[in-house]
């Protein structure tokens, strides 16, 4: 999940808001999480669809981690709330880091056949793969008896995603959008 | 049997099978669809979790909870609507969402059908735009004109393992369709 706060406030708004009863402020902040919920959306599906560069690489099927990404918006009197439900999102706010939650390492895919699946499960599945003595990865070899090792994760203790601030809308994208619900809120009488 | 009558019943079956796991999630897998959904799982950990649980082919299990993920991430932007949305945003487009190996090629014949079905009502003839309430959402997902891979919900995704799903349409655009009058009401 992703928290991150975009301020609106203008002197004309925060007069508006000012004079609003507290159920009106929370129809006016239902509204602007609705508009960012949306905005937020439609950024993710844009973006996912031309970024899929992992799996592009490793001529595997994309995981859909970002497209298909739930965003849920929720409000009350006191502001409006988007909340992005998608592993690594919070790389938009700046890097992250990632060490392992199980195991000793994080095992990074290099291969397609490990792109979207663990190592528990290639080996539940018949994938025989082995650490070679020395060697920060893992392989398997196709035919057992050849000499020749596919590598198919490497082994990190940690990891860093760079900061990808394009994965969501600019925060002027948002403050503008938010502004413009509110001003379709006020216009059509919901002040 | 010839095999085309093998390729309906096998079809049949399959979405049988997966709208009952769909519909009716085993209960095994409804903690791992769960997390998956909020974020806090990603799709290698759903395959190990769900192949430890649920006796089926990665196929299955991802076919299951990446349709359990896209029907909740259309819930979510159902239950956003506001007021204001659908005053600003009065219509639906249905654009692709989600990159697919082979996409399907035949939405233009489940536009017509899905339109023709429900006498266009509220829908675009050459555009894959319509009001939110357009009866066209549901005769999409009921798989109008015969589509037997249709899930049977009036949103996204309608047909199993469908990468299409909904980018909202301004008034203004909507207007230009002629789906809504100059300032009127949708």
Same mark, same amino acid.
């Given at each position: 999940?992703?928290?991150?706060?975009?301020?609106?406030?203008?002197?004309?708004?925060?007069?508006?808001?000012?004079?609003?009863?507290?159920?009106?402020?929370?129809?006016?902040?239902?509204?602007?999480?609705?508009?960012?919920?949306?905005?937020?959306?439609?950024?993710?599906?844009?973006?996912?669809?031309?970024?899929?560069? *992992?799996?592009?690489?490793?001529?595997?099927?994309?995981?859909?981690?970002?497209?298909?990404?739930?965003?849920?918006?929720?409000?009350?009197?006191?502001?409006?709330?988007?909340?992005?439900?998608?592993?690594?999102?919070?790389?938009?706010?700046?890097?992250?880091?990632?060490?392992?939650?199980?195991?000793?390492?994080?095992?990074?895919?290099?291969?397609?056949?490990?792109?979207?699946?663990?190592?528990?499960?290639?080996?539940?599945?018949?994938?025989?793969?082995?650490?070679?003595?020395?060697?920060?990865?893992?392989?398997?070899?196709?035919?057992?008896?050849?000499?020749?090792?596919?590598?198919?994760?490497?082994?990190?203790?940690?990891?860093?995603?760079?900061?990808?601030?394009?994965?969501?809308?600019?925060?002027? *994208?948002?403050?503008?959008?938010?502004?413009?619900?509110?001003?379709?809120?006020?216009?059509?009488?919901?002040? | 049997?010839?095999?085309?009558?093998?390729?309906?019943?096998?079809?049949?079956?399959?979405?049988?099978?997966?709208?009952?796991?769909?519909?009716?999630?085993?209960?095994?897998?409804?903690?791992?669809?769960?997390?998956?959904?909020?974020?806090?799982?990603?799709?290698?950990?759903?395959?190990?979790?769900?192949?430890?649980?649920?006796?089926?082919?990665?196929?299955?299990?991802?076919?299951?909870?990446?349709?359990?993920?896209?029907?909740?991430?259309?819930?979510?932007?159902?239950?956003?609507?506001?007021?204001?949305?659908?005053?600003?945003?009065?219509?639906?487009?249905?654009?692709?969402?989600?990159?697919?190996?082979? %996409?399907?090629?035949?939405?233009?014949?489940?536009?017509?059908?899905?339109?023709?079905?429900?006498?266009?009502?509220?829908?675009?003839?050459?555009?894959?735009?319509?009001?939110?309430?357009?009866?066209?959402?549901?005769?999409?997902?009921?798989?109008?004109?015969?589509?037997?891979?249709?899930?049977?919900?009036?949103? %996204?995704?309608?047909?199993?393992?469908?990468?299409?799903?909904?980018?909202?349409?301004?008034?203004?655009?909507?207007?230009?369709?002629?789906?809504?009058?100059?300032?009127?009401?949708?």
């Amino acid at each position: 999940m992703l928290d991150a706060t975009v301020t609106v406030s203008t002197p004309q708004l925060d007069g508006i808001l000012e004079r609003c009863s507290p159920e009106r402020r929370a129809e006016l902040h239902r509204e602007i999480a609705a508009e960012l919920g949306e905005t937020v959306r439609d950024h993710l599906r844009d973006y996912a669809l031309g970024h899929h560069k *992992t799996a592009r690489t490793l001529g595997a099927d994309p995981t859909g981690n970002l497209e298909d990404a739930r965003v849920d918006a929720s409000s009350d009197d006191g502001g409006a709330t988007v909340t992005v439900r998608a592993l690594g999102i919070r790389r938009a706010l700046g890097p992250l880091e990632i060490r392992p939650r199980n195991g000793k390492a994080l095992t990074i895919p290099v291969a397609a056949i490990a792109y979207g699946r663990s190592v528990a499960y290639l080996k539940s599945h018949g994938v025989d793969l082995f650490r070679p003595k020395g060697k920060d990865y893992l392989a398997y070899r196709e035919n057992p008896k050849s000499q020749f090792s596919t590598v198919v994760y490497l082994l990190r203790a940690r990891t860093t995603l760079k900061h990808e601030p394009e994965l969501l809308p600019d925060r002027a *994208t948002l403050a503008a959008n938010a502004a413009e619900a509110a001003r379709d809120f006020i216009m059509e009488g919901g002040e | 049997m010839t095999k085309k009558e093998l390729e309906e019943k096998l079809h049949e079956i399959a979405r049988a099978g997966a709208l009952a796991v769909a519909r009716h999630l085993a209960p095994e897998l409804r903690p791992i669809v769960e997390a998956y959904n909020a974020g806090e799982m990603n799709l290698a950990e759903v395959r190990e979790r769900a192949a430890e649980v649920f006796a089926a082919s990665e196929a299955k299990i991802d076919f299951v909870v990446k349709t359990q993920r896209r029907m909740a991430q259309s819930l979510g932007q159902l239950a956003a609507q506001t007021p204001g949305q659908l005053r600003r945003y009065p219509a639906w487009r249905l654009v692709r969402g989600g990159t697919r190996k082979v %996409p399907r090629d035949d939405w233009d014949l489940r536009w017509a059908a899905a339109g023709s079905a429900t006498g266009w009502q509220g829908a675009c003839t050459d555009d894959y735009v319509a009001l939110k309430d357009s009866p066209i959402w549901a005769a999409l997902g009921d798989g109008a004109g015969g589509y037997r891979d249709a899930i049977g919900n009036p949103f %996204p995704p309608f047909a199993f393992g469908s990468g299409m799903t909904w980018q909202r349409v301004s008034r203004d655009e909507a207007e230009s369709l002629g789906l809504v009058g100059e300032g009127g009401d949708a």
